[in-house]
């Protein structure tokens, strides 16, 4: 989400704001650029922890990145800019994709054909719905979290 026009900015930065409160667990997915987020992420990240709330706190968050070596650098500066924003990212399993040679893992719609990958994402949505609901419960986490 670009904020790019001041007359509409609130309105829109409130809209993602509501959806931000309304989610019980955040996926974030994102590419690769020059070894970093996005501009489009991390201005999200940026209007989401603005004014006397921050909607980021104590989100169960997992991550996903797709790059061209997978994605790990990206993933490493979310997870910096997480720390101030109090997210709870799922430390594993976490999903990085690279498009180096990719051996048929999208077809050409970019949906995911590979069923390894498949069951990566599977896993890691698994996990990030019961450590969500550990959070919640106020539960004890464990370790491989």
């Given at each position: 989400m670009m904020i790019s026009e001041r007359e509409s900015a609130g309105e829109q930065v409130a809209a993602f704001k509501a959806q931000l409160a309304e989610a019980d667990a955040l996926l974030i997915a994102s590419p690769e650029h020059n070894f970093s987020l996005t501009a489009s992420l991390k201005n999200a990240l940026d209007w989401g922890s603005r004014g006397p709330r921050n909607f980021w706190k104590d989100?169960?968050?997992?991550?996903?990145?797709?790059?061209g070596s997978g994605a790990i650098q990206s993933q490493m500066e979310l997870r910096k800019v997480a720390v101030f924003l109090e997210l709870r990212i799922l430390n594993r399993p976490f999903l990085s994709v690279s498009l180096r040679n990719d051996g048929g893992k999208f077809d050409s719609n970019g949906d995911v054909t590979d069923v390894g990958l498949q069951a990566e994402a599977g896993a890691m949505v698994a996990e990030l719905q019961r450590y969500t609901v550990a959070l919640r419960a106020g539960g004890a986490l464990d370790s491989k979290l």
């Open positions: 989100k169960p968050t997992g991550v996903c990145a797709v790059g």
